[in-house]
């Protein structure tokens, strides 16, 4: 079953199937985010230190919005996956459009996956994990860092963009 999904320090989850749009200017949010793996968290995703998860979004912008703090995920939860973690936002999926410009983050990002059968993929300085959604971002920066223990698998990790898949990035 489903762990921690949907959980960002502005906005938790975003689910635009009723066609509704976000606009952030000038936003910021201050804090920290410390999840602790139980026994049913199978499943870990959408966490992220300014929007959590979207879902089917129609239209998102983030102008000039800073995301600041850390994000600890920590546990030792055998057969679990933890993706899609992010210091600005966690994961998006689906449709829709994402403007990001003149942001910032300075997140700090730490799990401790140490138990067996962990796969933790998906995780970056900005964006977790993005897919089939239509990104233009400009003038955006990371400065924080990424710190991952454990984990059977570990991949698509990065400073800027863990993962990311879209016909028409710009």
């Known amino acids: ?3 921690a999904v949907g959980i960002g320090g502005f906005i938790g989850t975003f689910d635009g199937d009723d066609d509704y749009d976000v606009y952030a200017s000038s ?3 201050t804090g920290d985010i410390l999840i602790t793996l139980v026994a049913t968290s199978t499943e870990n995703y959408g966490i992220g230190g300014f929007i959590g998860y979207m879902d089917e979004p129609e239209d998102v912008d983030c102008l000039g919005c800073i995301s600041s703090g850390s994000i600890t995920i920590e546990g030792d939860r055998v057969n679990t996956e933890i993706y899609g973690v992010g210091g600005f936002i966690g994961h998006s999926d689906e449709y829709g459009e994402l403007i990001v410009a003149d942001s910032v983050s300075t997140v700090d990002i730490e799990i401790s996956a140490n138990a067996s059968s962990t796969e933790v993929y998906g995780v970056g300085g900005l964006f977790g994990y993005l897919e089939d959604i239509e990104t233009y ?3 955006n920066y990371y400065n ?10 570990t991949y698509n990790i990065a400073g800027f963009i863990g993962y990311f898949y879209d016909e028409e990035f710009t």
């Open 1 to 3: 079953g489903d762990g």
């Open 27 to 29: 936003t910021a949010y």
């Open 137 to 139: 971002l400009d003038r």
């Open 144 to 153: 924080g860092s990424i710190t991952v223990f454990g984990g059977d698998e």
